[in-house]
């Protein structure tokens, strides 16, 4: 029988190899982070944890990027989409994030204009065919994210499309894996790093990271087989006392990455310091526009109000964002806080981790 | 002096009204003789019978066309709304007629009898309301069924969005079936006539913004001769349900909450076909999730599920029908789902709007 390359990443036979080579592997407790909301999302959605032995933790990482878009973006995402000449869009998961009061969501329902796009080359297209408009595209996400809406700004450019602008609020990975292993409360013995990030972006940054912190990085992808692979390769090291970065998705990955990606994304960004919702400012890890863009920043282009908002204080997300927490520590989840009207950010994306719990395990096993 | 020429004032001189052109006006509603035009010449040629053609404010049933004895009176309503009106496999006028006929269906009743009103945008082309009618022509005539009384209505442009249709279905059931949503059992068996996702999946292509393209065709079709010939043949159906917005999960829910009953799936049962399933990995959403138009969920005890399977399998909209799940025990209401690995997790309703997720 041949099995389609999904059928075979989901095959239960080989989870169930896989998940038995883990137990023999194992024999103390590790806490291992999946850094991207995808895999917490797929390890809830196939029940893997429960395939685990109980010496390995799973801890969810901020890798779900509407989780961790602050509050200040969003308020300026309000602002921008409220004014009466724009066409704001954005990825679609991004409209029911709370901000201190609305979300995009409610900011179309009061009349705004607020599209959903799947790749920000249409928000350019939508610029073109209205030129008497302001199309904003709302510049979030990871690596992933970043060489498209890259390609948007050069490609608005060079046709000349000037009602196009973005409002950049792109976030990095490295960094937020320093700031995890230099935090005083650290858990986290391993890293799952996300496959599709190093795609992009290769894994040569993540060998200084897995050498200072003595921590091993395994690149994974998102099927169960790959994440009880990248798993099992985790556990392999950290019981050998090896901290090596290792590759469990080579099908996708390569050490040096895409190049021509990473080109364009140099072209048009720099890094910036940028504040992480739930977790603060941490330096370096975000990507704003170089000098030469600056006419594509919608911050630059509409008058802002400043303003600071507050979160609310029931919820935890900062601390699960960190991995400190799970949500059913949180006396909000389930209650206060579901999807339908969620307090904090990680409720909202499929990829968060509160919503998976609140999706897959509501009631603790 | 100069020559003048005079216009010719011999003729009428009042400018002659315009012919109505292809579209629908503000004229079309007025009430008046537009408004009858556009009842007569286009909407009686398609769904005209000798109740409509009557012309009075209301339909007369009697005799015959009421409810015979030992019968009760079913009637469910549905306003439809989609965009675009025209999509891989059906259109706003099949869904119309479709999703209320599968509604009285529901209950184990026969529908007989649609009411449709129409709200028109102005600026709408008659060309596609035609196109509309007739495919709700079509698909009565597959249900069995006639519109007995229809109204319409225009809205200045902009204040609607093309053409939005509200039906109400009328039927009849026999007195004593008590096929319902609270009926689930331990024990019984949950089956689906058919793949899921197909309707979710056809529309979001329709919406031409996905970047890529595939055959997938929705499923809108009528049950009711389905589940009236699985009700006749199996009178112990407990729950029938057509899994339309939100999907086979969300239905499944309300169905467990209703009847106070865990339901567990078995993933690896659950028929999805391969281009809804490759589309729904590729955009991050959930087939479970997906809408139907075409399928129903049919719950009834474990003895007779393997003959009811083999019914509707022999019947249309019924032919690949799959046992995906059992009613397990009592409780509050839970749907679980045995992964295709072994695991179990919970299904829950959809929240809000379906998002693809960003990466």
């Known amino acids: 029988m041949s099995l389609s390359s999904s059928e075979l990443f989901r095959s239960a036979e080989l989870t169930r190899l896989l998940a038995g080579e883990i137990r023999q592997a194992v024999t103390r407790p590790w806490n291992i982070m999946e850094i991207c909301g995808g895999q917490t999302h797929a390890i809830l959605q196939y029940g893997l944890d429960q395939l685990l032995p109980p010496e390995i933790t799973l801890i969810h990482g901020p890798g779900c990027p509407v989780c961790v878009t602050s509050l200040e973006a969003i308020e300026n995402a309000l602002q921008i989409a409220h004014l009466p000449e724009v066409i704001f869009t954005s990825f679609g998961d991004m409209l029911r994030v709370p901000g201190a009061k609305a979300n995009l969501f409610s900011a179309r329902a009061e009349g705004a204009d607020v599209r959903v796009v799947y790749s920000p080359l249409d928000a350019v297209k939508l610029a073109r065919e209205n030129p008497q408009k302001q199309v904003v595209f709302f510049a979030i996400g990871f690596e992933t994210t970043v060489p498209s809406i890259a390609a948007s700004v050069l490609h608005a450019e060079r046709n000349q499309i000037t009602n196009f602008s973005i409002l950049p609020a792109n976030v990095l990975v490295p960094p937020a894996m320093h700031a995890i292993l230099q935090s005083p409360d650290n858990r986290v013995n391993a890293f799952l790093a996300a496959g599709h990030v190093c795609a992009v972006m290769g894994y040569w940054e993540y060998e200084a990271i897995a050498a200072r912190y003595r921590a091993p990085i395994v690149v994974t992808g998102f099927e169960p087989v790959d994440l009880l692979r990248g798993i099992l390769m985790t556990v392999r090291q950290l019981e050998s006392g090896r901290f090596v970065v290792e590759n469990a998705y080579s099908r996708a990955v390569t050490r040096e990455g895409n190049l021509a990606a990473q080109e364009m994304i140099k072209q048009v960004f720099e890094p910036v310091d940028r504040q992480w919702r739930g977790i603060g400012i941490i330096p370096l890890s975000g990507l704003g526009l170089r000098p030469r863009y600056a006419d594509f920043n919608a911050l630059q282009r509409f008058p802002l109000t400043r303003q600071s908002p507050m979160e609310s204080p029931l919820c935890i997300a900062g601390q699960v964002l960190r991995g400190n927490a799970t949500p059913h520590d949180c006396p909000a989840f389930g209650r206060e806080c579901t999807p339908a009207s969620p307090l904090g950010a990680p409720m909202v994306s499929s990829e968060g981790a509160c919503s998976a719990y609140y999706r897959y395990q509501r009631v603790k096993a | ?359």
């Not at chain 2, 675009?84 to 999703?99: E, K, N, Q």
């Not at chain 2, 060309?127 to 007739?134: F, H, K, M, R």
């Open chain 2, 1 to 359: 002096m100069t020559e003048h020429t005079y216009p010719n004032l011999q003729g009428p001189v009042c400018p002659l009204p315009l012919q109505p052109g292809p579209q629908i006006v503000i004229g079309h509603g007025s009430g008046g003789g537009m408004t009858h035009d556009l009842i007569v010449n286009v909407f009686q040629k398609y769904l005209g019978n000798a109740i409509l053609n009557a012309g009075n404010d209301s339909a007369r049933l009697n005799g015959g066309l009421a409810a015979p004895p030992g019968f009760q009176l079913v009637i469910s309503t549905d306003a439809h709304v989609v965009f675009p009106l025209f999509f891989p496999g059906g259109d706003i006028g099949r869904l119309s007629v479709c999703g209320t006929v599968n509604d009285v269906a529901m209950l184990g009743a026969e529908p007989r009898y649609l009411t449709a009103s129409f709200i028109l945008e102005e600026g709408f082309s008659i060309g596609e309301l035609e196109s509309v009618l007739a495919s709700m022509r079509e698909a009565c005539a597959e249900a069995g069924v006639s519109i007995i009384a229809a109204d319409t209505k225009v809205t200045e442009k902009g204040k609607s969005d093309k053409l939005f249709i509200s039906t109400t279905g009328i039927g009849w059931a026999p007195n004593d079936r008590a096929v319902s949503g609270n009926q689930a059992q331990p024990g019984d068996a949950v089956l689906i006539s058919g793949p899921l996702g197909n309707h979710g999946i056809a529309v979001l292509q329709a919406r031409g913004n996905l970047g890529f393209q595939s055959d997938v065709q929705s499923d809108t079709a009528p049950l009711n001769h389905l589940t009236q010939g699985l009700c006749a043949a199996f009178p112990d159906v407990h729950v029938l349900r057509d899994p339309t917005r939100g999907g086979l999960a969300t239905t499944l829910v309300e169905i467990a909450a209703q009847s106070g009953v865990t339901i567990q799936l078995d993933e690896k049962e659950i028929p999805i076909d391969t281009p809804v399933r490759s589309a729904c990995d590729l955009l991050g959403l959930d087939p479970l999730y997906l809408a139907n138009e075409g399928k129903v969920i049919v719950i009834l005890p474990e003895e007779t599920a393997e003959a009811a399977l083999q019914y509707m399998r022999g019947q249309k909209y019924g032919e690949v029908a799959r046992r995906i799940g059992t009613v397990v025990s009592r409780s509050s209401g839970q749907l679980l789902l045995r992964t295709a690995l072994g695991t179990t997790r919970i299904l829950d309703m959809l929240a809000g709007e379906m998002l693809p997720r960003i990466c």
